[in-house]
């Protein structure tokens, strides 16, 4: 099926523990994004990327690395886990400028 | 910050009315879109504006953009239980290289 896909869709980890969240698209999309949404702020940019390998920082980088090797996938890296990023973080991608995204269905990090 | 703001936060209404929800932007933009999120879903696209515009119509749904105030609409006419939904704007900001940027959004409850 075309569209985003991400995993895994809910994950534990504890303070300290690394991991990478994976998004892949089939939808042969050049710009692709990674948001985090929290409770009453809304959804806020982490990174995007505008092409393979072309990555640029959003407006909450911090603890988070990201690559684009291919057009299709795009997984975001949390370098050392912190309570502060449990969240609900979302993947998207879009084929231009002028047109909408297209959400995955998330994924649901909890940190202890 | 250059998040937009949505206005009301909440707003609940009965089926068949109408729902108007408002965004208000900071910066000048290339183009403002509009999402809609089910609970504990992703977003999905709904209706994108170019800063050229100034109204645009899909089904049931109305957007305006007024550039000069900085400021959109979203209407849903003949409003059904199934709308129930957090909707969102997300601004394209001029010079920004594609960051799509997203309010805090505005939850509406359509009751029977």
């Known amino acids: 099926n075309a569209g985003v896909t991400q995993t895994p869709k809910f994950q534990v980890l504890k303070t300290g523990q690394s991991m990478t969240l994976q998004c892949a698209q089939d939808?042969?999309?050049?710009?692709m994004s990674w948001y985090r949404q929290d409770p009453g702020m809304g959804l806020r940019l982490i990174h995007y990327?505008?092409?393979?390998?072309?990555?640029d920082q959003g407006e909450v980088p911090n603890g988070y690395n990201v690559s684009r090797s291919t057009t299709e996938d795009f997984p975001l890296r949390l370098l050392s886990a912190a309570p502060s990023q449990t969240s609900v973080y979302f993947c998207?991608?879009?084929?231009?400028?002028?047109?909408?995204?297209?959400f995955g269905s998330g994924t649901r990090l909890t940190v202890v | 910050s250059q998040q937009g703001e949505e206005d009301p936060q909440a707003l609940s209404i009965q089926e068949g009315e109408n729902a108007t929800m408002n965004c208000s932007y900071k910066?000048?933009?290339?183009?403002l879109q509009w999402y809609r999120q089910n609970s504990g879903r992703g977003l999905v696209h709904l209706i994108l504006?170019?800063?050229?515009?100034r109204e645009k119509h899909s089904g049931r749904l109305r957007v305006t953009l007024d550039t000069s105030k900085k400021s959109s609409s979203l209407l849903i006419t003949a409003s059904r239980a199934a709308d129930t939904a957090s909707y969102f704007c997300?601004?394209?900001?001029?010079?920004?290289?594609?960051?799509?940027?997203f309010g805090t959004g505005t939850r509406l409850q359509v009751t029977l």
């Open positions: 998207a991608s879009r084929r231009y400028i002028l047109t909408g995204y297209t």
């Open positions: 939808m042969n999309h050049e710009y």
């Open positions: 990327s505008v092409g393979a390998g072309i990555t």
């Open positions: 910066t000048s933009i290339n183009n």
């Open positions: 504006i170019r800063s050229n515009e």
């Open positions: 997300a601004t394209d900001f001029t010079g920004t290289a594609s960051k799509l940027t």
